[in-house]
């Protein structure tokens, strides 16, 4: 546990030499704003699930309005964001579940959770699964917990921090005892790594700055040029104009 602590104090440092220190809201924003916005980023680009969730935000200024509205007419609104049928079918659910059992639609009543406790209350709602749920718990609640999504997976178990076939049962093991106020700028740059650097396919092993200590067997060290840079972050430009947490 230790020198898997060590390792992620050490990629951090050196992540933080390549891309910086990424850049976040400076006011927490609204976590079921954050919630709807991880839902609408599932396999596609930031650019369009960022679109979708503007669209979304100015179709229902309130998410009691979109909880009224048919799926359908929220499939139509978040189209940009792909997958419309699925996404608009977690969203409805999402708010009407939480309507039905809160009566109103905020997850205030998470702030007094540990992180465990409200990971597993987030994802007993339907659709929500654990990378949406720690999302929400980084992004909105500025908890000190690192979602996994494939870029993190990949990168974390190829640099050999963790040894797991799933996002899930990576996140478990990350996360255990994790070094304190680092995740939200792990998180980030891993996946700027994992966009221009680390790719699933031909990784650019020879520009890495985490080339020295990385345990990835297949390593291609040939010199190339890096990726386009791909540093716009959809959790990190959500904004409330009301906040509840």
Known sequence: ME???ILIKEVNKLLIK???????????????DMLIATILSQNTNDNNSYKAFKKLKEKYPTWEEAA??????IESVIKVAGLG???????KGFLTEITEKKNKISLSYLKNMNESDAINELTNYNGVGVKTASCVLLFAMDRNICPVDTHVHRTVNRIGIVNAK????????LNKNFPPKIAHSFHTNLIRLGREIC?????????CPLNKLCKYGEKDLQIKRMHKRNDFMLLDHVQSKYSNN
């Open 3 to 5: 020198n898997k602590n």
């Open 18 to 32: 390549q891309f910086g220190i990424p850049k976040r809201n400076s006011k927490l924003p609204d976590s079921v």
């Open 68 to 73: 009224k509205a048919k799926r359908t007419s």
């Open 85 to 91: 049928k699925q996404k608009s079918a977690a969203i």
């Open 166 to 173: 799933t996002p899930d049962k990576t996140f478990l093991l």
């Open 199 to 207: 790719k699933p396919k031909n990784p650019s092993c020879g520009i």
